[in-house]
């Protein structure tokens, strides 16, 4: 196995990725709290964090089975869970499903090793490892925000809000409309917000319902798309530190915000500076990675039949709703979650089909648009909010001709279904000459 260079390119994928976790593990250990590794380890006996999304990942995995397997292994999920059911009720512990979907998981990575050769061992391995991802995905999530609540003492949500007057202060709007609403469009869009990855896996269940009987995984697929996305966020967060409306203008912030202005006052134009924040606020705004992951999932579900469109839109709509109307995000976190998306699945797809100049471009197009919106908001923010009418549609054209050009791109990547041919007339036979 290890003489073909595709295992060659997992193994090293795959001790990288451990390298990674384990960086992690420490660096949150350093603060005293438990890392990615040890709180995934707990979740085999302990009460998850999410259920539905180990569930969710073991659905994943389960695209390498047949239906006789499936079955089989979903209700060895129940049952497990059950038994942890009963067992949490009796001591009265924390209630929560999920510890069967993880059994599951591993039991199938150790029949994987123990009972599958070739091929199939491969096949298999990359099931468990998608699902593994996912869950270690958010896992990893969770540490990343702890480390930069730590390491960034002060936040740029001054120059950020400042910018954001450009764009007419859309968290503060949509705040007002979300409140209007009542309950049931907060919990609604509460319910969306949460459960982003369980969306995620529905519209990947859909793209891989063939590899079970191909015995392949398609070249890209939606959960490469949120690992990146997931893998790179994080990073921008570092050099970027936002904490969102709610906490620098809010009730939530404390005694750190500026005062207490979300949603009802849109905040004053004042000079922007640097502000101290606390240690416990994660500074994951810039860019919205919420934005991020819900516009992955409107792309790749335009592909399927029209209730995945629908739900791909409803989504993404939705996400937008409960980013800005909850006071996570800003506006120019919005358009900046957008742009970045779009340049990193443009890279993954030129990486799949191969790169040429039409990727080349693309991506480049979208890597310096994202670079300027950032170079702006740090910036610019005062001629940004001094001058609406003309940043304004900068920003927002800034943003469509990513989409523009994106959507270009792509169209003419997608194969073309070959005309039908029509048949040869047939000539009628000739009688010999003699």
Same mark, same amino acid.
């Not at 994928?13 to 976790?21: D, R």
């Not at 912030?253 to 207490?260: L, N």
């Not at 996400?319 to 120019?332: E, I, K, N, Q």
């Not at 270009?408 to 047939?426: G, H, I, R």
């Given at each position: ?106 039991? &199938? ?49 001054? &120059? ?6 450009? *764009? ?58 949120? *690992? ?95 980013? *800005? ?53 740090? &910036? ?55």
């Amino acid at each position: 196995m290890w003489r073909h260079p595709q295992a060659m390119l997992y193994a090293t994928v795959g001790v990288v990725a451990l390298g990674f976790l384990i960086t992690l593990e420490f660096a949150a250990r350093q603060y005293g709290l438990p890392g990615p590794i040890t709180n995934q380890v707990r979740e085999v006996i302990f009460a998850p964090k999410s259920g539905p999304l180990l569930y969710a990942s073991m659905a994943l995995m389960m695209v390498v089975l047949t239906w006789r397997q499936r079955f089989i292994a979903a209700g060895a999920a129940i049952g497990i869970d059950v038994a942890f059911f009963l067992v949490r009720w009796a001591v009265d512990a924390k209630m929560m499903f999920g510890n069967g979907a993880l059994w599951v998981i591993l039991a &199938y990575a150790v029949i994987a090793v123990t009972r599958r050769t070739g091929r199939e061992r491969i096949l298999l391995l990359k099931g468990v490892g998608l699902a593994l991802l996912l869950v270690t995905g958010r896992k990893t999530g969770d540490a990343w925000l702890l480390i930069t609540s730590k390491t960034r003492p002060a936040v740029l949500d001054q &120059y950020v809000a400042t910018a954001d007057h450009a *764009l007419g202060n859309p968290s503060w709007l949509v705040g007002r409309i979300v409140r209007a609403t009542g309950p049931i469009g907060a919990h609604v869009l509460d319910y969306v917000y949460i459960q982003l990855a369980v969306a995620a896996v529905i519209v990947t269940l859909y793209q891989l319902r063939n590899v079970a009987a191909e015995r392949r995984f398609p070249r890209h697929h939606l959960v490469r798309t949120f *690992l990146v996305i997931g893998l790179l966020g994080p990073g921008i967060y570092m050099i970027f530190p936002v904490v969102g409306p709610i906490f620098a203008y809010g009730a939530d912030g404390g005694h750190f915000a500026v005062a207490d202005l979300w949603p009802n006052t849109p905040p004053p134009i004042t000079t922007p500076q640097h502000m101290p924040f606390d240690e416990i606020t994660p500074r994951n705004c810039m860019p919205s990675l919420h934005t991020a992951w819900a516009t992955a999932i409107f792309l790749h579900s335009r592909k399927g039949p029209r209730a995945l469109q629908f739900a791909g839109a409803f989504w993404l709509i939705a996400t937008l709703g409960a980013t *800005l109307g909850f006071g996570y995000h800003y506006g120019a976190d919005i358009v900046a979650g957008v742009v970045f998306t779009l340049t990193i699945e443009a890279g993954l797809r030129s990486l799949a089909r191969g790169w040429d100049r039409s990727g080349i471009q693309l991506v480049a197009h979208g890597a310096t648009v994202f670079a300027a919106l950032l170079v702006s908001y740090r &910036y610019l923010p005062m001629k940004m909010a001094e001058h609406p009418w003309v940043f304004g549609p900068l920003v927002i054209l800034a943003m469509a001709s990513v989409i523009h050009r994106y959507m270009q791109t792509t169209k003419l990547w997608d194969p073309k279904a070959a005309p039908a041919q029509a048949p040869e007339p047939q000539l009628e036979p000739q009688p010999e000459l003699v």
